[in-house]
């Protein structure tokens, strides 16, 4: 299986910050990687695929980068709503597998 | 606007089979562009994908839990189930089911609310 590794685990933040989350494939993926957000007792929610490409109705501020085996997800104006716990997720092969999330909280 | 809904126990006996069905609605099951997983998520812990099925039945587990794994689909009535037998309590989880646009190994587009099934006597 391929592991997908992030950092951090978890950060505080304020209103208006930039933020960057890494995420580490174990083995090359090419582009083969999304981004989720997930808010406490709710489903998570597709933000990024293909490494970086905005699923539709997903603010401007959220932003993916990378290629290979290294990821970056970027919120360049951290909002209220933005908080929650964010993960990254490998469909380049079969498992699919996410990383271990990072949870964004409230400075 | 498509919607998916989970529908099952929510309490299973160790040792026995816990059974879910994913409801579709807003769209159709059989649409040949999509497949269709499950995902679970142990309580305060991360994302583990399940397994995933094409409208023709064609399926993929994860090796983890493909030996006590089935998921099948019944296009009449826009629904995939999973079945997961032998449990313990460390299969305890939210299940979540999800529409998946590119085959069977995400990204998910569309999740359901997710079901908490509790395994213990």
């Known amino acids: 299986d391929i592991q997908m590794t992030q950092s951090p685990s978890s950060l505080s933040a304020s209103v208006g910050d930039r933020v960057t989350i890494t995420c580490r494939a174990s083995?090359?993926?090419?582009?083969?990687l999304n981004w989720y957000q997930q808010k406490p007792g709710k489903a998570p929610k597709l933000l990024i695929y293909?490494?970086?490409s905005l699923e539709s109705g997903v603010p401007s501020r959220f932003s993916g980068s990378g290629s290979g085996t290294d990821f970056t997800l970027t919120i360049s104006s951290l909002q209220p709503e933005d908080f929650a716990t964010y993960y990254c997720q490998q469909s380049y092969s079969t498992p699919p597998t996410f990383g271990g999330g990072t949870k964004v909280e409230i400075k | 606007q498509l919607q998916l809904q989970e529908s099952g126990p929510g309490l299973v006996k160790p040792s026995e089979t816990l059974s879910l069905t994913c409801t579709v609605s807003?769209?159709?099951?059989?649409?040949?562009?999509?497949?269709w997983g499950w995902i679970r998520q142990p309580p305060g812990k991360g994302l583990e994908w399940i397994g995933s099925?094409?409208?023709?039945?064609?399926?993929d587990y994860n090796p983890s839990l493909k030996s006590r794994v089935t998921v099948s689909v019944d296009m009449s009535k826009n629904q995939f189930s999973l079945k997961l037998r032998s449990v313990t309590a460390a299969d305890t989880a939210v299940y979540y089911c999800a529409r998946d646009y590119s085959g069977g190994l995400g990204p998910f587009d569309y999740w359901g609310q997710g079901t908490l099934v509790t395994v213990s006597s």
């Open positions: 807003g769209g159709s099951i059989s649409n040949s562009t999509y497949y």
């Open positions: 099925i094409y409208y023709s039945g064609s399926t």
């Open positions: 083995q090359t993926i090419t582009r083969y």
């Open positions: 293909a490494a970086s």
